[in-house]
């Protein structure tokens, strides 16, 4: 019920700019481990990990340039609904089998 209702994944799915997501990157043994990417209508990306296999926790990197960022970036954890703040270079995360984080990320500009 909890992805029916979560409008925040409601909007990236939906997106005006009607780009499909893609896999960008695969890592592990297999290539169990999914990297997701998504260019959205406000210049933003959406970001997702996803552990495709059957048995442990993995980590994923979701590396900035394969996602379609810059160096760093604006993040948001689109499940917890919250601001993760300026990211360097890229996301990282520990994901159980099955498992899927999803996150929206803005380029940031520094004012210098």
Known sequence: MQILTNQELIDLNQDRAGVQGRVVDRQGGQGELQVWSKSLQDGSVGVALYNHGNSTAEVITADFGV????????????W??????VLKTSIIREVQPHECFVFRCHNHTSVD
């Open 80 to 85: 917890l609904h919250r601001d993760l703040g």
């Open 67 to 78: 996602v379609g960022l810059s160096e760093s970036a604006s993040c948001r954890d689109l």
